[in-house]
């Protein structure tokens, strides 16, 4: 319990302390010209005010990843608590930050041409395709979850549900950003926001909060012989301490902001946000079935599903108005994540074939086969998708951490950057090494490998900023 409300505290003070750290490190500059003024379309280049940029960045960096990934990877003990917390304070919330701030000042330029900008043509190339394979595994794995909560509840085929999704994402990612997106996700932003301080007052004044088990090192999960915390929670506990999505979403809201001084509650704030939603349902997840172990029975009897986990936590403790909130959060909190995602899959292809996107055709041209491949992905078990997209997600994450050690490479504090960055090369090294989803190789040899793969990028890294001093 004490620890739960220190790394809430932690999450709470960071935004204050470690963000302004942050605005002085990369020298925001409030006098700057900001995309939005110097290259308004009114398509996607549209000023919009501080506290929408900052709801609708919410929600598209949030979705129900730090519900979902905190549920299960609580199944891992309160050693979830740290990862959620040191890794949105000096992991996610760093890269989401810095990732808002370079594009800000890149003219609101997409993630590839960041990367490739800052570590070369040839990887601008690579992360072109890899972006936008994931935005369409996003697109895909955001409209498969949703059909299946709203199959179940109205017992209509899910293909059904899966064509009228697919007709929302069409006309929201064709129309200019502020018409669908800019008025509708603030509101949702803000439901997930409600849903979580319902969480939390359930924890605190039901008597759960006593349920919540101290910071140990010891994994609870019921397949820990095969599942190690290091790499496995790492990877699945994703959008609550790092995502290499949140880089790619982060461009659309840098290219609606009136100022660099909003780029701490905007990119930070929402990491900060997304970790402190993560930490409430990972501790009621631990508390509401009677500890870790009942979780993972839980977890067995289910198959892992979390939305059927968090009905039974909604249906139990929040009445029918909080669970009517969950119910239109587990619902469309992920729909919003995926249109989004569809949304910079159209930009990205468009900045590489230049296409005019003033005119709607054009759009539509472009979009029908992005959107058809994410329709037929959908048909794909769930579970298989979303286990590919984790590992994927935390790579991207990798490939930005790098790109922003080479923008703060002549700063005294590239340490702050370059630790994440050698964190979490060695975690998705480790993964594919060891994982079911990977080689299954011996586990001490993985490390042995990982470590030493790490340890030549940092050495390249080095020697890259050696020689352009020189």
């Known amino acids: 319990m004490v ?84 890794g ?7 890269q989401d930050f810095a990732a808002g701030v370079i594009s800000i000042r890149n003219n609101g330029a997409n993630f590839p ?19 936008l394979l994931l935005m369409i595994l996003v697109g895909s794995v955001f409209m498969s979850g949703p059909a299946d ?3 179940g509840y109205t017992g209509l085929d899910k293909n059904i549900w899966l064509l009228i999704i697919f007709a929302y994402y069409i006309t929201a990612t064709l129309l200019p950003i502020d018409k669908i997106i800019g008025k509708i996700y603030p509101i949702f932003g803000g439901v997930l926001f409600l849903m979580a301080i319902l969480i939390l007052y359930v924890l605190i004044f039901d008597g759960y909060v006593a349920n919540i088990p101290e910071i140990n090192l010891e994994n609870y999960h019921s397949k820990k012989d095969i599942l190690p915390i290091i790499p496995t ?3 699945t506990i994703a959008c609550g301490a790092i995502s290499g999505f949140h880089t790619t979403q982060s461009p659309l809201m840098a290219r609606c902001m009136n100022n660099e001084s909003e780029c701490r509650p905007v990119f930070y704030g929402a990491m900060i946000s997304e970790s402190i939603v993560a930490l409430i349902w990972a501790a009621i997840s631990m508390s509401f079935f009677g500890g870790v172990d009942e979780l993972n029975a839980v977890i067995t009897e289910t198959g892992g599903s979390a939305p059927t986990i968090i009905d039974r936590i909604s249906t139990s403790t929040l009445g029918t108005f909080g669970t009517m909130l969950v119910v239109l959060g587990v619902i469309f909190a992920p729909i919003s ?39 037929m992905l959908t048909q794909i078990r769930f579970d298989i998708i979303w286990r590919y997209f984790a590992w994927f997600n935390q790579v991207m994450a990798v490939f930005a951490l790098w790109t922003i050690c080479v923008y703060v490479q002549r700063s005294k504090y590239l340490p702050l950057f370059l630790i994440p960055a050698c964190i979490m090369t060695y ?25 030493i793969f790490t340890a030549i990028l940092v050495t390249t890294f080095f020697m890259k900023r050696y020689n352009k001093e020189a």
């Open 3 to 86: 620890s739960f409300f220190i790394c809430l505290g932690l999450l709470i003070i960071a935004y204050f302390t470690y963000g302004r750290l942050l605005d002085k490190i990369f020298k925001i500059d409030t006098k700057a010209l900001v995309p939005s003024k110097t290259m308004e379309d009114g398509l996607d280049y549209i000023p919009m005010p501080k506290w929408k940029t900052f709801l609708i960045q919410f929600l598209n960096i949030a979705g129900l990843g730090p519900i979902f990934g905190a549920i299960l990877g609580a199944a891992y003990g309160p050693i979830a608590f740290v990862w959620i917390t040191l």
């Open 88 to 94: 949105g304070i000096f992991l996610g919330g760093v």
């Open 113 to 131: 041409d960041i990367v490739g900008k800052y570590l070369g043509m040839n990887v601008k190339h690579v992360m072109r395709v890899m972006t």
């Open 149 to 151: 909560v709203l199959t």
């Open 233 to 235: 929670m790492l990877i």
């Open 337 to 375: 994540t995926g249109d989004t995602a569809l949304r910079m899959a159209r930009l990205l292809t468009v900045d590489y074939i230049k296409i005019d996107q003033r005119k709607i055709l054009n759009r539509v041209l472009v979009s029908l086969p992005i959107f058809f491949l994410a329709f």
């Open 427 to 451: 975690v998705v090294t480790l993964f594919i090494l060891v994982s079911e989803q990977g080689f299954t190789l011996n586990y001490a040899l993985s490390v042995v490998i990982a470590t």
